[in-house]
């Protein structure tokens, strides 16, 4: 298995609270990915990063902010959290990009509630 | 309309039976597919890459048809072990992720 980890693994919040989630790997892929599962949508993007101190948005990215200062490390975080970002957080991780991508691999998630 | 588009199931099915997913994409300059599996509660996982030849894996076989725009996976002679949620996984120049299809194998 991919050397990916995220912590928390379980987070309880109340709305309005900052929340960031930290996503480490092992494994020196240059390409890191934040995404989102919910019921019925899937997986879905919500920031990415190309190296250090290089990110973009994804598809769902309003609410969240990213930061990426080692290759190691990518967070993930909610300014002020809502009821709408509860949600499991999966970080994944690759070496290629775009269409020459082969794979993603993924961290074991993070399960995030916000009342 | 969503870019890639799975049953989302449940399919129950007894061991030993033969059982087939569809999955369909609406980008047509998508470039490549996958099939991920996602144990419950786990992370995603790669299962097999999907080629325009078809391709197989042991019991696991996946096909692609560009001109209707969808890829198929096929599970033969299937184990409690498959019991899963299989993702269908389209790359244009981003990774799009389908819902998912539920699979039980029953005893």
């Known amino acids: 298995d991919a050397g990916i980890t995220q912590s928390p693994r379980h987070k309880v919040t109340e709305t309005g609270t900052p929340v960031t989630l930290r996503c480490h790997q092992t494994?020196?892929?240059?390409?890191m990915y934040w995404y989102r599962q919910d019921p019925g949508h899937g997986l879905r993007l919500i920031h990415y990063?190309?190296?250090?101190?290089?990110?973009d948005k994804g598809e769902v990215s309003d609410g969240y902010s990213v930061s990426r200062s080692k290759t190691e490390d990518f967070l993930l975080t909610l300014e002020s959290a809502t009821s709408s970002q509860t949600s499991v957080y999966f970080c994944?991780?690759?070496?290629?990009?775009?269409?020459?991508?082969?794979?993603?691999?993924f961290g074991p998630g993070t399960r995030l509630l916000v009342l | 309309r969503k870019e890639v588009e799975q049953d989302p199931g449940p399919f129950n099915v007894p061991e030993g039976a033969t059982v087939a997913f569809n999955c369909t994409y609406s980008?047509?300059?998508?470039?490549?597919f996958f099939w991920y599996r996602q144990d419950c509660r786990k992370e995603p996982k790669l299962l097999m890459s999907?080629?325009?030849s078809g391709n197989e894996d042991g019991r696991f076989t996946a096909q692609l048809n560009r001109a209707s725009q969808y890829i198929s996976l096929l599970i033969r002679d299937s184990k409690l072990s498959d019991s899963a949620t299989y993702l269908c996984?389209?790359?244009?120049?981003?990774?799009?992720f389908g819902a998912g299809t539920r699979l039980t194998v029953k005893p």
């Open positions: 999907v080629y325009s």
């Open positions: 996984v389209v790359i244009n120049n981003d990774m799009r």
């Open positions: 990063s190309y190296g250090v101190k290089d990110t």
């Open positions: 980008n047509s300059a998508s470039q490549s």
């Open positions: 494994e020196n892929h240059r390409y």
């Open positions: 994944a991780i690759s070496d290629l990009a775009g269409i020459r991508q082969e794979t993603q691999y």
